[in-house]
């Protein structure tokens, strides 16, 4: 009987083990994909930086043009 009872308690405590690695690899997985989309909007965000810094200096050369 008593060897029953630790077979159960073991498998419920195996089965807790289970539910904590899968919801780790899933969280796990999670953050990888956030990760990978904040690479994204950075590259982004760096290319939106430098068409904005490009038009500025276009702006500044068409001003200064005329004035010579």
Known sequence: MTRFIFLIAAAALAGCGVET??????????KKQEVEQGKK???QARQNIGKAM???QQSQQSRE???K
């Open 21 to 30: 690695a899968s919801t780790a690899a899933t969280a796990a997985a999670l």
């Open 41 to 43: 909007t950075m590259e």
């Open 54 to 56: 490009e038009q500025v």
């Open 65 to 67: 043009a005329p004035e």
